[in-house]
């Protein structure tokens, strides 16, 4: 087979497009000279908002920063314990970690990848039998693109009186049952990293609420604690969303829509082509759910008797001819050395565990084209037959 070179992610394509839009948005800022907090940053705070279906939306320096700040705006703090997934980027604990609370992990379900959610309330009930340890919040991720069960979700947050932290950011664009994400919980945490569905050029984030006073207290822990110049309400941070990025974002915001579309079309041509393969089980979209496709991941089942389990050959076969693939993620959270105070064990997860054998995330960008997926399809196949199938 002839070497093929695809991206996992292919920025230039898009970007290239947008060029005769992006420039002028760009000079205009430059041309105002108001970089920090400008106009296009209100706008597109409104713009975002209105599309998630909130109140407010808040924009901060990265997705990072969405998820720290969220949880001080939503009253966790020191000693706090935070549900949350042992399957996500580090960013979901080190935002736990960083204002002083204990993330709780609980597994995950086979089927979406995503927090299970009847162990969510086991988790809860386990907790409250010890009156010392308080479970403040349930920061949950909508893991690549695919939301979680929200219903159940926050009818546990209710019963029990948890904050909701949604960690969105995979999920730009998903909706459950007609809501977008973000639009549920306490605070919806976005990323702009490059490669989201909704990028930016460099990092920015943003929060999204239908709380007046979370919001109030956003914009100020996001401009150093501070309402007023020179007057502070109590220590913040240095974290907004530089002017430049707003504009891109506003810019980009229009065509999102389009985008995520296109995104769908290609996991339909993906599904149909490997749905027939042995071993490999396709994302799913349950009822009710739309998925954004920020990652398309296939799950390809381990077979523990061979030398190699068949994920790994699969990405080894598809990089050497030329096919770019990740996994997110090859080791879950509860096992980190970071983590190694928190007491968890392997064995304590073992869906989350399992996943880390099995779970590889495909090229996915609006701009990839049909024969390039049945390119990427034909190869995984062949793979898989010099394996045993």
């Not at 966790?76 to 960013?91: L, M, N, Q």
């Not at 162990?119 to 809860?124: A, N, P």
């Not at 050395?337 to 968890?344: E, G, I, P």
């Amino acid at each position: 087979m002839t070497k093929i070179n695809i991206p996992l992610v292919d920025l230039k394509v898009q970007n290239k497009k947008l060029m005769g839009e992006l420039i002028p948005a760009i000079e205009k800022v430059i041309e105002s000279g108001n970089f920090i907090l400008g106009q296009d940053v209100r706008e597109f705070e409104k713009e975002f908002a209105k599309y998630c279906g909130t109140k407010y939306a808040v924009g901060v320096a990265s997705g990072t920063d969405a998820l720290v700040l969220g949880l001080i705006a939503a009253g966790v703090g020191e000693g706090d314990r935070v549900i949350t997934t042992p399957f996500s980027f580090i960013a979901t604990t080190e935002a736990i970690c960083r204002v002083g609370a204990i993330p709780v992990f609980v597994d995950i379900s086979e089927d979406t990848y995503n927090i299970d959610c009847a162990k969510i309330e086991e988790c809860i009930v386990a907790h409250k039998k010890n009156s010392a340890v308080r479970i403040k919040a349930i920061l949950l991720v909508h893991l690549y693109g695919l939301p979680c069960e929200m219903n159940a979700i926050m009818r546990f947050a209710r019963r029990h009186n948890l904050k909701i932290i949604e960690d969105c950011a995979q999920s730009f664009g998903s909706e459950y049952r007609g809501k977008k994400v973000g639009s549920f919980g306490d605070a919806g945490c976005f990323s702009f990293f490059p490669s989201k569905n909704l990028g930016c050029f460099g990092d920015g984030g943003i929060i999204t609420t239908n709380d007046k006073k979370l919001a109030e207290k956003l914009m100020m822990l996001r401009n150093h604690g501070s309402f007023k110049q020179y007057h502070y309400s109590e220590h913040g941070f240095n974290s907004r969303l530089d002017t430049i990025q707003a504009a891109i974002l506003r810019l980009k915001l229009r065509h999102v829509d389009k985008w995520i579309q296109m995104r769908r079309e290609n996991a339909l041509d993906y599904n149909r082509l490997l749905s027939s393969l042995p071993g490999v089980v396709a994302p799913s979209e349950p009822k009710g759910v739309r998925h954004s496709f920020n990652y398309y991941t296939i799950r390809i089942k381990d077979n523990a008797g061979r030398n190699e389990n068949a994920r790994d050959s699969v990405q080894k076969r598809l990089g050497k001819n030329g096919v770019a693939t990740a996994v997110y993620y090859p080791l879950s959270l509860h096992l980190l050395t970071l983590y190694k105070r928190l007491k968890y064990r392997r064995g304590d997860f073992p869906v989350s565990e399992q996943m880390e054998k099995e779970l590889l995330s495909l090229p996915m960008c609006p701009e990839l084209k049909k024969p390039q997926i049945r390119q990427i399809c034909d190869i995984i196949n062949d793979s898989l037959c010099h394996c045993g199938g």
